[in-house]
């Protein structure tokens, strides 16, 4: 009721607002201005008869004059006259407002909710939120847990939040109530188990590796299961086991996943009883391409840049009597030492001689 109140008398404020600038009544007026003007033609007249009683001008004369001046009093005050124009009167004006302010609260009957309780800034959710951080919110959420411990959107929600903030053993728990309020699935099963693999710390969790292993069984699809499971089995060493829990989750891969080349190293390794020969290849090529830019040197010759890469990568794979063997060439074929600046910087940074002994 004093909401509506305030509106009527805001509505009929500002009605009468306009209704004052609408009257049309003149404001300010001078009284002034009118007087003043008579006045001027008073004192014209004057000087007629003065001129006719001095003798400036004949009887004829003067009466003539005083027509035109007639006449010139005459377009004056029709020129400086209102303008009658339609006077339409109040009503019209008042009918105007009455249904403006009609239509506004109107409007606002339908379309506002008047009804609402106030809901001071300090009460409201979302500014709340923002002044919440991931901590506060947490506290908040177990006080409303250990006081109901059956609000399932409350673990729904805590349980991945623990995990985020590392306290992994809380957020097994979590995901406990959460199967035991609302049962098991594929994916809260998972994410038990992987919470307990990140509680372990790397030592393993037998419960987990049930947990993965009954959910494969329930649901072949499940890939985050067999990578896991995969995982967990490459650690415990047994590799067959763990070849075909890779190959399982590459199988059910669409090609474009981000952990399938994790997956095809591992299934790799895996078929290697354990070996990973990744890094041993990959260092294998590198020596080719160096042993290739060598040769290239040694029989072409080649920019100093050039030298100072081959240089560079016999140092970093460790062979400094390669390095030095490379160094020693690449100073005969730029014996300046203003050409080689660089290459000296890095040749005898890594212990390499300029005379030609090997380190």
């Known amino acids: 009721m004093i909401f509506w109140s305030i509106v009527i008398a805001i509505t009929a404020t500002s009605c009468a607002a306009l209704f004052y600038a609408a009257a049309g009544r003149p404001v300010n007026a001078s009284a002034t201005q009118s007087a003043d003007h008579n006045r001027h033609f008073r004192l014209l007249l004057t000087g007629i008869e003065a001129d006719r009683a001095a003798g400036k001008i004949g009887e004829a004369e003067a009466e003539a004059a005083k027509a035109e001046l007639a006449r010139e009093i005459l377009r004056a005050n029709k ?103 609302d049962g098991p699935t594929s994916e809260r099963q998972t994410d038990l188990a992987e919470a307990l693999l990140l509680e372990a710390g790397g030592a393993g969790s037998d419960e987990a590796m049930d947990i993965l292993r009954a959910v494969i069984a329930s649901d072949p699809q499940h890939t985050r299961a067999h990578l896991y499971l995969a995982s967990e089995l490459m650690r415990t060493g047994d590799y067959d086991a763990a070849a075909r829990a890779w190959q399982a989750a590459i199988d059910l891969a669409q090609g474009d996943e981000p952990w399938l080349a994790a997956a095809r190293q591992g299934l790799a390794v895996a078929n290697n009883d354990g070996v990973d020969t990744a890094a041993d290849q990959e260092a294998e090529m590198i020596r080719s391409m160096v042993d290739g830019l060598a040769s290239r040197l040694e029989t072409s010759g080649g920019t100093v840049a050039e030298w100072i890469r081959l240089v560079q990568s016999y140092i970093v794979l460790g062979d400094l009597a390669k390095a030095q063997s490379a160094y020693d060439a690449s100073v005969a074929a730029y014996p300046a030492a203003f050409d080689r600046g660089e290459l000296d910087t890095i040749a005898l940074g890594a212990g390499l001689k300029l005379n030609g002994e090997t380190p």
């Open 79 to 181: 020129d400086k006259g209102p303008n009658p124009g339609r006077d339409l009167g109040r009503l019209p004006l008042f009918a105007g407002l009455g249904a403006v302010a009609a239509i506004s609260i109107g409007l606002y009957a339908f379309l506002g909710s008047p009804d609402l309780p106030s809901r001071p800034l300090a009460n409201r959710p979302e500014l709340a939120a923002q002044r919440l951080d991931l901590d506060d919110a947490i506290a908040r959420i177990e006080r409303q847990l250990a006081a109901n411990p059956g609000d399932l959107r409350g673990w729904i929600v805590i349980a991945p939040a623990f995990a985020e903030l590392g306290r992994f053993g809380d957020a097994a728990n979590a995901y406990r109530r959460i199967i035991a309020l």
